[in-house]
């Protein structure tokens, strides 16, 4: 059973604005933070920005801060993540994934992980 999908990649003029989303269902939804990770090509997974379900301040990495904005709506069951501003170095495919812990950035806590979205930022 699908727990994580992420939509709303595509294809982008640098400058220009993508938002992606996550429908998240069952075990998922009931951890206590999500979080977005992306993979750029021969890169590691790199974090991007957490949330918790129950509120408070979202959590960014240096490179995304004052550009990309985390957010969630609980009726939905869906976390959003509002990138402005893009550059190509933003270009990787991004996953949404579920964490157990609070604020965690590291790839290792996450225990439940979406099928991935394709971003790429053009000059």
């Known amino acids: 059973q699908e727990q994580l999908v992420e939509s709303g990649g595509g294809l982008v003029q640098a400058g220009g604005s993508l938002r992606l989303s996550c429908a998240a269902s069952?075990?998922?939804?009931?951890?206590?933070?999500m979080g977005w990770f992306r993979q750029a090509p021969g890169k590691e997974h790199e974090f991007v920005a957490a949330?918790?379900?129950?509120?408070?301040?979202?959590y960014y990495a240096a490179s995304v801060k004052g550009r990309f904005t985390i957010s969630r709506d609980n009726a939905k069951n869906t976390v959003y993540l509002q990138m402005n501003m893009l550059k190509p170095e933003d270009t990787a495919v991004y996953y949404c994934g579920a964490s157990t812990l609070d604020y965690c950035t590291a790839y290792g806590c996450y225990d439940y992980w979406g099928q991935g979205t394709q971003v790429t930022v053009s000059s």
């Open positions: 069952g075990r998922a939804f009931s951890s206590k933070a």
């Open positions: 949330i918790r379900w129950s509120g408070g301040t979202p």
